[in-house]
């Protein structure tokens, strides 16, 4: 082969990869922040599951980037082990598609349709326009890019080597493995049988030995997933288990199936002079029939998933690798939601440690430190200022992305509630030093402020509990709720200075006393403005079409 075609066939590769990656790219932003509602809605149902997983990789033209996507979304919760079944069995049929596509060679017009996408991108304002433009684009390069390639193996027709080395694919196990470690290395299963399609239209290899390849193919595009669930919860990581299960039990009853029977044949009769379309037509065949064999099994896929992997607690530092992972990922489909929705969590468990030094602050003031200081409420500070700086910096990444403005405005709305957690933590910590402070000077209180502190505690934890319902998606919370605490907040802010002139007056309590009593309710006040500011955040995050649900429901329902 020479340097010309050796440079075509690697250009023609790249322009058809880079098609495919236009059209996924641009998909996500018209559709990505949909993805979610439209999985959680249509997957309860094992064939409308099947039907959602086709739909979206015939759209995308990639399994890879539709199991990434399902692995991503049972991570973190979003979708249960039994409905990324069906989502893996219907990316399986819907990444035929592409091969289909090629069968029908419509090469001729692809300039056309790869100018028609690039005059919209580049005359059309409405960013929407722009990014079908982009789909329409990568659709044309696509096919420009599989001619360069199929041009590129016309001449290996003539070459023995090439003939004498293609050939020996008709060993299964041969054919298997080179399927499977050259889409491994691709990450495309949809781009190598292109490839595969392109050596077939060159009349470089025959169907007898390009269907074990083509099983091949359909094992090596697990490899995508199996990276992209490194570090993830168990269950995303038996949900590439299942894609790897799902692919080689196929493998294994075709690979019978061509060996015992005319099977082959069969298929190349259906059209004996196209071999592009002999290959589709069995990789198609491959994946439907495989799902259809499954479909009833898909209980029992997950149970032995689960008996294979069984649970084990994933460390923190793991699921911020993962979250590295993601964003680095070259597949975007679904990459908003799922790291959205990873940080909502993050942030709950931020709001539930600043709730905990809330209370344990004000217990400390009214009733002493206790045995270990304020050590335990500083290390949970530490963790709390330590989560803000680690989740900060997730959203700025998150928002280097294409993003919706309903997206952008929700990564605003949690960096709001992040700063305000972060800011009530630090006036819980001023709290625990007030108490430190009382025991090493030796300071009292009345039995009057005693009470008072306690009143306070009460109204901080009834305020912190609010902040967890919106932050559940609670369908009871309302604004007004949150509203009327810190309203409560400032009037017993209000009547307890009173309440501290009085006493003072009466020569009940100390200066210093009264000082550190004096920054406290100030403290409790901010705590409760705080407070207030979170509850309108999540309050202002809202799902499409529901009219205002809280935060939960709109990211982690």
């Not at 329409?136 to 199929?150: Q, T």
């Not at 390009?210 to 992209?228: D, E, H, M, P, S």
């Not at 298929?267 to 479909?295: E, K, M, R, Y």
């Not at 505690?457 to 605490?485: N, V």
Request: negative net charge.
């Amino acid at each position: 082969m020479g340097v010309e075609l050796v440079l075509s066939l690697l250009g023609g590769l790249a322009l058809f990869m880079y098609g495919m990656q236009m059209m996924s790219t641009n998909l996500e932003a018209v559709a990505g922040n949909r993805m979610k509602q439209i999985l959680e809605r249509l997957t309860a149902n094992r064939f409308l599951g099947v039907l959602v997983g086709a739909g979206i990789t015939a759209l995308i033209q990639s399994s890879s980037a539709t199991t990434v996507m399902t692995v991503g979304f049972v991570n973190s919760g979003l979708m249960t082990l039994k409905q990324a079944v069906w989502i893996i069995m219907g990316a399986n049929v819907g990444t035929t598609i592409t091969g289909q596509l090629i069968a029908l060679d419509i090469g001729a017009l692809a300039p056309l349709i790869a100018f028609v996408g690039v005059m919209l991108l580049i005359f059309v304002k409405n960013k929407k326009v722009q990014h079908v433009g982009g789909i329409v684009a990568g659709i044309g390069v696509l096919f420009i890019g599989m001619g360069m390639m199929s041009d590129a193996m016309v001449p290996l027709r003539d070459s023995q080597t090439f003939i004498h080395m293609v050939t020996k694919f008709s060993n299964p196990l041969l054919g298997i493995l080179v399927g499977a470690v050259f889409t491994a290395i691709i990450q495309s299963s949809s781009a190598s049988v292109g490839i595969l399609q392109a050596l077939a239209m060159g009349g470089v290899i025959n169907l007898h030995s390009a269907v074990f390849v083509l099983f091949g193919q359909n094992i090596g595009t697990c490899i995508t997933a199996l990276l992209a669930s490194v570090g993830t919860s168990r269950n995303a990581k038996r949900t590439t288990l299942i894609h790897l299960m799902f692919n080689v039990i196929g493998t294994a009853l075709f690979v019978t199936l061509c060996i015992l029977t005319p099977f082959t044949d069969f298929v190349a009769g259906l059209t004996p002079d196209n071999p592009v379309a002999q290959i589709a037509n069995v990789h198609t065949i491959f994946n439907i029939s495989t799902t259809l064999i499954l479909l009833p099994f898909g209980s029992m896929l997950e149970k032995i998933a689960i008996a294979l992997l069984p649970d084990k607690q994933v460390p923190v530092k793991d699921a911020d690798r993962w979250f590295e992972d993601l964003m680095a990922s070259k597949h975007h489909l679904g990459v908003s939601t799922i790291a959205i929705s990873q940080i909502h969590d993050e942030i709950t468990q931020m709001l539930d440690t600043a709730a905990v030094n809330v209370s344990e602050s004000f217990m400390a003031v009214a009733n002493g430190p206790g045995n270990d200081g304020i050590h335990p409420i500083e290390e949970r500070e530490e963790e709390i200022d330590l989560s803000n700086v680690r989740i900060s910096k997730k959203i700025s990444k998150i928002l280097v992305l294409d993003q919706t403005p309903k997206d952008v405005d929700t990564l605003n709305r949690m960096y709001t509630i992040l700063g305000n957690i972060e800011r009530i933590g630090d006036h819980a910590m001023n709290l625990a030093e007030y108490a430190e402070t009382i025991e090493q000077k030796g300071l009292s209180f009345s039995g009057y402020a005693q009470k008072e502190f306690k009143t306070m505690e009460e109204t901080c934890r009834e305020g912190m509990g609010i902040l967890r319902r919106a932050a559940d998606g609670d369908p009871e919370f309302r604004l007004s709720m949150a509203e009327e605490i810190e309203q409560r907040i400032d009037d017993i802010t209000l009547k307890f200075r009173q309440n501290q002139i009085d006493r003072m007056r009466e020569g009940n309590c100390n200066v210093e006393s009264s000082i550190l009593y004096s920054e406290m309710l100030t403290d409790y006040e901010r705590i409760g403005d705080h407070m207030l500011n979170i509850a309108q955040a999540y309050a202002a995050i809202e799902r499409p079409g529901d009219g205002g649900q809280t935060a939960a429901a709109a990211i982690a329902s």
